[in-house]
C-alpha cells in the first residue's frame, strides 16, 4: 500500500497547531470541517509529497516520523495555511 506520509504527518499535527495558534494568537479563527479541510488542502500543495510503501493497515510509527523529519517545515505551512483561510474563509 502506498502512503503518502505527508499527508499523515499534517493530519496528526492539524489539531494541535490550530490549538496552538487558537491559544496563541488568535482565539477567533474558525476550526470547521470546511475550514480545516481548506487549510489541509493548502497546506498539502505547498509541501513535498513522500511516498512510502506500507504493508496494508500498517501504521505509520514514531519512528518513522523522526526519520522522515520535515516536521517543522509541516508546522510552517499549517500555520500559512491557517492565516490564508482564516483571511477569507470560504463560507
Ligand atoms: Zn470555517
Redesign the pocket.
Known sequence: MLQNYTETVVLQLLNSVLEDYKKNKNPNI???E??RQDIMAIALNNLPPRYIATDTGEVITQVAFNQFGGRAEIITQLIKAIEKVNAN?R?
Open positions: 474558525c476550526t470547521c470546511r475550514c474563509p463560507h
